[in-house]
């Protein structure tokens, strides 16, 4: 990935879940480019789909930087995966 602002700038990208009680990840997804994520489909809402299977329906509380917090992404994870979201919301 070309990060043009940053020090170094080409890096990998990986999209991860990790647990807040014991800190290790519990899965994680690199960022392959435009193509990795299906047409359609948001990439944040994306990477959020499949992040969640393995807590899908646990009632646990998902804590999401901004880029992946959505209305759309937290009503699905409400209703469909019985999972509660705290994030920023972007206007």
């Not at 009680?21 to 899965?27: E, K, L, Q």
Request: hydrophobic share 40%.
């Amino acid at each position: 990935m070309f990060i043009p602002n940053k020090p170094d700038k080409y890096g990998m990208k990986l999209v991860m879940m990790c647990d807040a009680s014991c800190y290790y990840m519990v899965y994680a997804i690199p960022y392959l480019g435009k193509g990795s994520v299906p047409q359609g489909v948001p990439a944040a809402d994306h990477f959020v789909e499949a992040l969640v299977q393995s807590v899908k329906g646990s009632n646990r509380n998902i804590t999401m930087d901004n880029w992946f917090t959505s209305v759309p992404v937290i009503e699905k994870l409400k209703n469909e995966y019985n999972l509660t979201v705290v994030g920023t919301v972007k206007k």
